[in-house]
């Protein structure tokens, strides 16, 4: 079964500085990656995706991440944050084979002016 | 085009009461999974609904259950409510092609709480 951890529960940051949230995962088979994004009150919104090809994946709003295989990891990161990213982040995974999203605990990033 | 569509928002039930909650996919989307999301953890998944049957459980005793209508919209149950069960209750819809996990859309979910 796959599991994921994120190394950090919460990251502070200034406005326009680079974060980055840190995710590894274990699985004994191929996998799929998930960054999500989850505001207060609201649901899941999926950031970016890793399924195969490039291992640098490009998101929305600015988030890219990097899928390193023999690191187990996929780790998120952005350029320069805003005062609306703060927010819950949350990586997941899945067996290739399976239905199911494996989540983190989450990563709040807070940022501050 | 409506995305996810749950009800009710919030729910406050008493221990060993019943509830259902209901979710509406997005507009073309035919298959349905519920996740669990307790407060300051990551969600978990309950089950996955496709052609109207439970195809995949998560780790989730049988007072939880399901079911999922010819217009696939889909139901979550659970009997015998106990304080551990309040939680955020996420539904996911996506159109079935593969796993399915091309374009997983979240609702906003309903937040039940247990007294």
């Known amino acids: 079964a796959q599991s994921v951890t994120q190394l950090d529960s919460q990251v502070p940051v200034f406005e326009e500085a680079p974060v980055e949230l840190r995710c590894n995962y274990s699985s004994s088979v191929s996998v799929y990656l998930f960054w999500y994004v989850q505001y207060p009150n609201q649901g899941l919104q999926l950031l970016l995706k890793y399924l195969s090809g490039s291992t640098l994946v490009k998101g929305i709003n600015g988030f890219e991440a990097e899928f390193n295989k023999s690191q187990t990891s996929f780790h998120l990161r952005k350029p320069s944050v805003h005062i609306s990213d703060t927010a819950e982040y949350f990586c997941a995974v899945s067996e290739t084979d399976d239905y199911k999203l494996s989540f983190g605990a989450g990563t709040t990033v807070t940022v501050r002016a | 085009d409506a995305g996810v569509t749950q009800s009710p928002t919030h729910l406050i039930k008493t221990r060993g009461q019943q509830v259902t909650l209901r979710c509406s996919p997005k507009s073309g989307h035919d298959t349905v999974s519920w996740y669990q999301q307790a407060l300051g953890q990551g969600p978990q998944f309950i089950f996955q609904?496709?052609?109207?049957?439970?195809?995949q459980r998560g780790n989730f005793p049988d007072r939880f259950s399901g079911h999922q209508f010819p217009n696939y919209s889909s139901e979550l149950n659970v009997n015998a409510l106990l304080l551990g069960d309040s939680a955020l209750y996420l539904c996911?819809?996506?159109?079935?092609?593969?796993?399915?996990?091309?374009?997983?859309?979240f609702g906003s979910g309903t937040r039940l709480t247990v007294v």
């Open positions: 609904y496709y052609e109207e049957e439970e195809r």
């Open positions: 996911a819809s996506s159109l079935e092609i593969g796993t399915g996990l091309y374009g997983y859309t």
